[in-house]
């Protein structure tokens, strides 16, 4: 039996994605969860449907591994009430538990990222007060195992943790490097590209992260697999991965360059930026929109094509005349 005969697909429904939310059943000696799905109204009982429809119930899985700590990966971790490892990231800890200095932290960052950006105040509020109620929905418990790239999983010796950051930090997938099949969570998706999602630094007073940056390079990274198989977090089991990643990464850079050719007409801030690639759902999605703006706007930045310059109220961004590709 190859390590795909041993993965079964369990299909949930969730309200962040219309194409429902994966969570993958490993078959072994241990019987391994990889997330945990969304729990909304119905979610657990179609979960439980399911579990029996593989003749297995749910004291019978043993290890839980995260991709990742958004709330339709995580939903059902607070069900398990009997004797279960949770597996992830060290990253995911402060999500899953949340402590005071960490609540804290996140709103500090975000307001004086959302002044750099100049986000009016309005909608930055009403962004922290939707995000902070994510945060507390996560609170569950602590990882009690953490992993890193090139992990072994207790009991799937076959598999390997990789680092795939770029929609969150402490995303990590699983990779089975005998048969090529990657349980990916959301780092590859049939149709749409994740979200360059900011997060607070690692560490108090760290510097930014670039999440777009880290997507590149972990697309990079995934190419390099020669993956035959993906089981996203998200769709359809996708075979074509390095035909994808091309297209994601194609894709990308020809939307950074739609922006870059605006700031050759005037400069902009990232909020001017966002609210005009973005005209009808920006008011309504600010996260997920101003995210994709600024991983694009980093994106340049690393390209030398345009220049970031402080202002009293926030950051101005300008093409680059010096650069041999304006």
């Known amino acids: 039996m190859n390590g795909y005969d041993k993965v079964a697909k369990i299909s949930l429904p969730t309200t962040i994605n219309t194409d429902g939310v994966n969570v993958f059943l490993i078959k072994g000696d241990t019987i391994t969860l990889v997330d945990a799905g969304h729990n909304i109204e119905g979610s657990w009982e179609v979960f439980n449907d399911?579990?029996?429809?593989?003749g297995y119930t749910v004291k019978d899985i043993k290890q839980i591994i995260i991709t990742h700590h958004h709330v339709d990966h995580i939903g059902f971790i607070k069900y398990f009430d009997h004797d279960i490892t949770l597996i992830g990231h060290s990253d995911c800890e402060r999500?899953?538990?949340?402590?005071?200095?960490?609540?804290e932290q996140h709103d500090v960052f975000f307001n004086e990222l959302f002044n750099q950006l100049s986000v009016p105040d309005d909608l930055a509020k009403q962004y922290l007060i939707h995000k902070n109620d994510h945060v507390i929905e996560n609170a569950h418990r602590g990882i009690d195992l953490k992993v890193k790239e090139g992990s072994e999983i207790p009991d799937l010796s076959e598999w390997r943790i990789v680092?795939?950051?770029?929609?969150?930090?402490?995303?990590i997938s699983l990779f089975h490097p005998e048969d090529k099949i990657l349980i990916g969570g959301d780092i590859l998706m049939p149709h749409i590209s994740p979200n360059p999602i900011l997060e607070p630094p690692l560490h108090i007073g760290g510097e930014r992260l670039r999440p777009q940056i880290q997507l590149n390079e972990t697309l990079r990274k995934l190419f390099d697999l020669q993956i035959e198989r993906v089981l996203p977090g998200h769709g359809e089991d996708i075979t074509n991965a390095r035909e994808l990643i091309n297209i994601r990464l194609k894709r990308q850079h020809e939307r950074a360059i739609r922006i870059r050719d605006w700031l050759v007409e005037?400069?902009?801030?990232a909020f001017e930026v966002c609210s005009r690639l973005f005209p009808k759902s920006y008011k309504s999605r600010l996260g997920l929109t101003l995210f994709e703006t600024v991983g694009h706007l980093d994106y340049l930045i690393a390209q030398n094509l345009i220049i970031e310059a402080r202002r009293k109220d926030g950051f101005n961004y300008s093409v680059n005349i010096k650069s041999k590709q304006y």
């Open 95 to 103: 999500w899953l538990n949340p402590t005071t200095p960490f609540l």
């Open 50 to 54: 399911q579990l029996k429809s593989y």
């Open 266 to 269: 005037e400069p902009m801030t």
């Open 163 to 171: 680092h795939t950051f770029g929609h969150c930090q402490g995303h």
